[in-house]
T-cell receptor, first 113, second 114 residues
Framework: DAGVIQSPRHEVTEMGQEVTLRCKPI?????LFWYRQTMMRGLELLIYFNNNVPIDDSGMPEDRFSAKMPNASFSTLKIQPSEPRDSAVYFC???????????FGPGTRLTVL | QKEVEQNSGPLSVPEGAIASLNCTYS??????FFWYRQYSGKSPELIMS????GDKEDGRFTAQLNKASQYVSLLIRDSQPSDSATYLCAVKDAGGTSYGKLTFGQGTILTVHP
């Protein structure tokens, strides 16, 4: 079975540019989570969806960040404009309500110059 | 503010020894608990889940849960150098509207030396 798929795996961009990260959850999972991980702050939950509906976006750092889930098999996290402090690894994870076990994608390593 | 606390380590154990990783949590209503392993440069990988008080064994791994003390632990028997990683404790938020949200600890770095 395919796991959580994320793209791109690496992204290098310049300050001020728009960045879009993509995620395909495991088929049949109905909850999707976006995390950011840095050495200083560890693993932070940014936003999560249930049945494609955003439930809690209190972890989104500021208005430059937005996330969408137009259907059950696709989600995006967008940063516009990007800043050097956004450099981190961004993970997407999915789970089913019945089991609550979250499975992580490989992550996107973002570097903003 | 729900909290999950772990000793950041590093915890160093010799090959073949038992590694003991500990975690405490603040949300007394939590019912589901998870251990993830994260190798450097990789994503967190689920290795154990536990829902009831007591021990749960899976191969060389044993998870222990004590809800009264709000304490979860992970024991790794016969530790191998390949077990060297960061171990993350995660606790599912209590409440019916959390939709599976987990609160993660900061992780414990484990090093198994030959």
């Amino acid at each position: 079975d395919a796991g959580v798929i994320q793209s791109p795996r690496h992204e290098v961009t310049e300050m001020g540019q728009e960045v879009t990260l993509r995620c395909k959850p495991i088929s049949g999972h109905n909850s999707l989570f976006w995390y950011r991980q840095t050495m200083m702050r560890g693993l932070e939950l940014l936003i999560y969806f249930n049945n494609n509906v955003p439930i809690d976006d209190s972890g989104m750092p500021e208005d430059r960040f937005s996330a969408k889930m137009p259907n059950a098999s696709f989600s995006t996290l967008k940063i516009q404009p990007s800043e050097p402090r956004d450099s981190a690894v961004y993970f997407c994870a999915s789970s089913s309500i019945a089991r609550n076990e979250q499975f992580f994608g490989p992550g996107t390593r973002l570097t903003v110059l | 503010q729900k909290e999950v606390e772990q000793n950041s380590g590093p915890l160093s154990v010799p090959e073949g020894a038992i590694a003991s990783l500990n975690c405490t949590y603040s949300d007394r209503g939590s019912q589901s608990f998870f251990w993830y392993r994260q190798y450097s440069g990789k994503s967190p990988e689920l290795i154990m889940s536990i829902y009831s008080n007591g021990d749960k064994e899976d191969g060389r791994f044993t998870a222990q849960l004590n809800k009264a003390s709000q304490y979860v632990s992970l024991l790794i028997r016969d530790s191998q150098p390949s077990d060297s990683a960061t171990y993350l404790c995660a606790v599912k938020d209590a409440g019916g509207t959390s939709y599976g949200k987990l609160t993660f600890g900061q992780g414990t770095i484990l090093t198994v030396h030959p």
